[in-house]
């Protein structure tokens, strides 16, 4: 399926992930990010200037479905 990101923050707030937390694009704060880079989009965590567990795909959608599904399983 395709995931919007009006639909993957609506799905945040619905299960009570603060959506301050999420950011799609780059900037020095912590959390997570849903980014573009090149011909993929990467999904990983920063914290204080690192990122961790960093996971390219071929579509935002993918990305933001890969992210739902890690938040909801924490």
Same mark, same amino acid.
Request: hydrophobic share 35%.
């Given at each position: 399926?395709?995931?919007?990101?009006? $639909? &993957?923050?609506?799905? *945040?707030?619905?299960?009570?992930?603060?959506t301050?937390?999420? +950011? &799609?694009?780059?900037?020095?704060a912590?959390?997570?990010? %849903?980014?573009?880079?090149? +011909?993929?989009?990467e999904? &990983?965590?920063? $914290?204080?200037g690192?990122?961790?567990? *960093? %996971?390219?795909?071929?579509? $935002?959608?993918?990305?933001?479905?890969?992210?739902?599904?890690?938040?909801?399983?924490?």
């Amino acid at each position: 399926g395709n995931m919007t990101r009006i $639909e &993957f923050l609506e799905l *945040c707030t619905s299960n009570n992930i603060p959506t301050n937390i999420i +950011h &799609f694009e780059n900037s020095v704060a912590d959390g997570y990010y %849903v980014l573009k880079n090149y +011909h993929r989009w990467e999904v &990983f965590y920063r $914290e204080r200037g690192k990122d961790y567990d *960093c %996971v390219g795909f071929p579509s $935002e959608s993918d990305a933001l479905i890969y992210l739902a599904d890690k938040l909801m399983r924490k």
